[in-house]
């Protein structure tokens, strides 16, 4: 089945280190430690693929299946998932339900409905896309789980802009921790493709800055 262990995902901490992440130059290292950068995981691949407590679905409102990471977590759970999903009578736009993981190797799916993205409503759409996050993490605290996968929400053909759908997702997370203190021992952000990858690493200075304890790793010592 080729899982991928979350654990072995390098954190934003590891991240810092190797010089992944760009520091923007007018970011300073705070002095007091940071742990939300031992917790969160910038990570590009498959979702489907990853081993964690729950992986969350980007799914549309009948929670019937559909293209996209949905189409993909559909495949690789197998109908099983397909049948625990026509219980739910389907999701509300910024809601979240959770089923079993079946033949993935996640334990869970949490199941979310982004907002299709209009600019006339970019307000609303904003708030329920951080209301698909707060809806995950809640589930996922709340049956006690230690790690969680996201893909980007409402970021393909929902048409969220990457660039303010990447804030969104880095902010409500870091204040979803922030306000529940030892919840959670991992959040792995999934990005599918290299130019959303860029757009991330572009963001996560501003909203996780590094601390003191993100110099470079030396090179060639
Ligand atoms: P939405 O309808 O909410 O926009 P999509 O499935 O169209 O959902 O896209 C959401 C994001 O998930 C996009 O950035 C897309 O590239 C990405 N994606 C698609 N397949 C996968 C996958 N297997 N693993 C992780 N991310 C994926």
Known sequence: MNAIKV???PTLRQLYKKGVIPVG???????VQNTLLDRISLWQGDVTKLDADAIVNAANGSLLGGGGVDG??????????????RTL???????AKITKGY??????????VGPIYAKSQDDECARLLASCYDKCLQLAVGLDLATIAFPSISMG?????PKDG????????????????????QVILV????????????QISEIFPPDVDCELDSVGL
């Not at 993909?72 to 999903?85: F, M, N, Q, T, W």
């Open 103 to 112: 033949r993935l190797p996640a334990k869970h799916v949490i199941h979310t």
């Open 157 to 161: 053909v929902y048409g969220y802009p």
């Open 166 to 185: 990447a804030k969104i997702t880095l902010s409500t997370i870091r204040n979803y921790l922030e306000l529940n203190p030892g919840k959670l021992s």
């Open 191 to 202: 990005v599918f493709s290299s130019k959303m990858m860029d757009v991330y690493l572009a």
């Open 89 to 95: 009578r389907g999701c509300e736009t910024g809601d």
């Open 7 to 9: 654990n072995a995902i």
């Open 25 to 31: 130059s007018s970011t300073s290292r705070t002095s």
């Open 72 to 85: 993909a977590i559909h495949r690789a759970a197998g109908p099983e998932l397909l049948k625990e999903c």
